[in-house]
């Protein structure tokens, strides 16, 4: 069960955080966590942290320490995109079997610090110096990513009008919902609020520069450095602590896709997780889809029967940006806060990675947490 969630603000590349390093970004957060709950730092069983652009010595670990969690091992996960929604899901996985009773997870991601990545040759060549890995052995099936959005606009008739109406609407949706987005905010840097929404137009949309076919920079989101975390805890854990709000992990996939279209394997992941679900309509769950490009955000809510108007209610990435290790649990710690003022009792997150991997969670309202028995 997650009874709490928190994030730092979304920042673009150089912005406000650009000095800080993935453990900065990630340790207030965390503290918060602990704070606001009444939890000790010694009463944590594990720490989980998606990282994607780091280059190893486990961020998990590093964080733990700088978060005054010294008992703590720390596991850090590399999925891309997906890795904070996975950590999440592992997290459960480790209450759910008894092996853990207080976990933290999550992911952060420092796009303004990330680290040069080199590959070395034997043969006497100077490494060669990347910004982006393979995700598949076979270059013919590893698209770039912006190419990849593209085609899947093609293949779904997706115009650039509408996929820049998408992008307008997600800031629109983020700038109505600054007010309430702060509560699920610590300051970290002393920033409070997101930094990229912005008052979009058509006309500005329309002046933006084509990155690939139909896809703009207003269809693409930026990127941003941030932290996101839940505590996810057992129901005795929740009981003793009378947590006041909870949401109950009810499912999860992690699905294998085309590499090709790695933008399409959310729906993978969905259909999947709705089959062993047969109850739940997909149309009446609030939802936080990953919107890396509209492209990837619109295909996902209409080929899943997902309800248009219940998806990404404060906004999304389009309006935020994209701190990959982080974004699958920003999703989750949006779906927490708007779970809570929904009439809906279900909720769904679901968010595509390079390589064409897709995961998807299915999480309820739990009434009242703190009369679980303590055991």
Request: with cysteine; hydrophobic share 45%; charged share 15%.
């Amino acid at each position: 069960m997650i009874i709490a969630a928190l994030r730092s603000a979304v920042i673009p590349r150089g912005g406000a955080f650009e000095s800080l390093k993935v453990h900065q970004l990630a340790a207030p957060v965390i503290s918060a966590l602990l704070a606001q709950n009444g939890i000790a730092a010694g009463e944590v069983d594990q720490l989980i942290l998606a990282n994607a652009l780091g280059a190893g010595g486990n961020p998990a670990r590093v964080t733990a320490l700088a978060a005054g969690m010294p008992g703590v091992s720390g596991i850090t996960i590399d999925t891309q995109c997906a890795g904070g929604l996975d950590a999440v899901a592992l997290a459960s996985a480790l209450v759910d079997s008894g092996a853990a009773q207080i976990v933290i997870a999550g992911g952060a991601e420092s796009y303004s610090r990330r680290p040069l990545r080199g590959e070395t040759y034997t043969d006497g060549r100077p490494a060669r110096f990347y910004t982006r890995p393979p995700f598949s052995p076979d270059p013919a099936t590893d698209p770039d990513m912006t190419d990849a959005a593209d085609a899947l606009a093609v293949k779904y008739s997706l115009t650039r009008q509408a996929q820049d109406g998408w992008a307008i609407n997600s800031h629109r949706k983020a700038m109505a919902a600054q007010d309430r987005l702060r509560q699920e905010i610590v300051p970290v840097a002393g920033v409070v609020s997101d930094g990229y929404p912005r008052r979009m137009s058509e006309r500005l949309a329309a002046r933006s520069p084509v990155l690939s076919g139909s896809v703009s920079l207003v269809s693409t989101a930026v990127e941003a450095d941030g932290a996101a975390f839940c505590l996810v805890v057992s129901d005795a854990v929740a009981g003793r602590l009378k947590a006041r709000e909870g949401l109950t992990i009810r499912g999860f996939v992690s699905a294998g896709a085309d590499s090709c279209l790695p933008g399409y394997a959310p729906v993978v992941a969905l259909r999947q997780l709705f089959a062993k679900f047969p109850q739940v309509a997909p149309g009446d769950c609030v939802t936080e889809m990953m919107e890396a490009y509209a492209s990837q955000a619109m295909v996902c809510v209409q080929e899943s029967g997902l309800n248009v108007q219940q998806t990404n209610c404060g906004g999304g990435a389009l309006a935020r940006g994209h701190p990959i290790g982080a974004s699958g649990a920003i999703l989750i710690c949006r779906l927490f806060y708007e779970l809570q003022r929904s009439e809906l009792s279900d909720g769904v997150c679901a968010i595509a990675a390079a390589g064409g991997l897709g995961s998807a969670m299915l999480l309820s309202k739990c009434a009242n947490p703190s009369s679980f028995p303590t055991g």
